[in-house]
C-alpha cells in the first residue's frame, strides 16, 4: 500500500521500495555487494635491475622499487606469502644498444630474475613483460629504419625474446609493443619451440596515455625521439580498441588487456559484452601515483581511494587487475 506524503513533502507518492534498507549495517552491505575485490584477481607489477642487495625506492611510485635479482627472489616469496597469484616482470638492462639486444639474451636480466623467482615462489605465475623499448637505445618499441619503427622488422626480435623467456620458465608472455602480427609471430614462434601450452597475455589495446609517466622514470623507457602515437592507440578511439582485441584473439592471445584501465572503463566494459576470453587491464603508474601523491598531501584516504578505483576496474568487467596496489589490497584484506 502506498503511503501519501503530507502536503509540506511535495514529492508524491513514497515508494514501497526502499533500497536504503539494505545498506544501514555492515554486514547486509557485504551480502549484497555486486563486486567483490578477491586477492586472486591481482597480479604484481616489478622492476628488476642488475647489482646485489639493491632495493632502491622510485622516486615518483612511492611504494614501488627498483630491485636487484636477489631482492626480487625475496619479494616473489612475501607476494607469494600475500596469496598473490602473479608477478609481472619488466628489466632493466646493463647496457642497451640499436635492436634491444639484452631482451632476447638468455643471460639477460628478466631471464635472470624468472629463474631466481621460480628458485624462490615455485607456485608464483610469472608473467615477463615483452617489449623492447626498455633495452633499445632509442627508447622505442621495435627496430628503427628511416626514422621510423619498422613493424615487420621488429616482429622476429619479439619472437626469439618470447622463446627465450619461455625458455627460462615464464609461464605467461605478455608483449607489450603494439606491433601489428605481433601474437601471431609470437605463438607460432612458441609452438615451433614446443612451448604451445605457454600463454599469451596481449597487451590488446594499450594507449598512448599521459599517465605513463611515473613507469617510464621507472623502467627507464621514455624515447629519445618522437613518441609512441604511431603504434600506440588514439585515446579518442573505443570502438578500434575491440577490433584489437579480436585481431589478437585471432592470432592466438590466451587473455587480453585494456591499458590503462581507470580511464578506460568504457573499453573494459565493451570488451567485457563482446567477448568471453580474460580480460587483464592495468591500473597503470600515474593512476597508482596520483593516489599516492593525494594521500600524501591529506587530500585522499589512501586505502579507500584505492579499493573504490580498483572495485571500479573489475565493476567495469576486467578479470585481473594489474596494480602496484597489489600487496597494500593483501594487507588491507586481512585487516578486514
Known sequence: MAIKLDAANRTGVFPIRRPRRVRGREALRRMVRETTLEISDFVYPAFVCHGRGVRAEIEAMPGVYHLSVDRLA????????????????????????????????DEGIVQEAVRAIKDAAPDLIVITDLCLCEYTSHGHCGVIRNGGVDNDATLPLLARTAISQARAGADVIAPSDMMDGRVGAIRQALDEQGFVETPIMAYSAKYASAFYGPFREAA????????????????????????????????????????????????????RNRFNQPIAAYNVSGEYSMIKAAAQNGWLNERQAALEALTAIKRAGADIIISYFARDVARWLREG
Open 74 to 105: 625475496e619479494e616473489a616469496a612475501a607476494v607469494a606469502g600475500d596469496g598473490i597469484p602473479a608477478m609481472l616482470v619488466f628489466g632493466l638492462p646493463e647496457a642497451k644498444d640499436e635492436l634491444g639486444s639484452e631482451a632476447y639474451d
Open 220 to 271: 627507464d623507457s621514455a624515447p629519445q625521439f618522437g613518441d609512441r602515437r604511431g603504434y600506440q592507440m588514439d585515446p579518442a578511439n573505443a570502438r578500434e580498441a575491440i577490433e584489437e582485441i579480436a585481431l589478437d584473439l585471432a592470432e592466438g592471445a590466451d587473455i587480453v588487456m585494456v591499458k590503462p584501465a581507470l580511464l578506460y572503463l568504457d573499453v573494459i566494459r565493451q570488451a
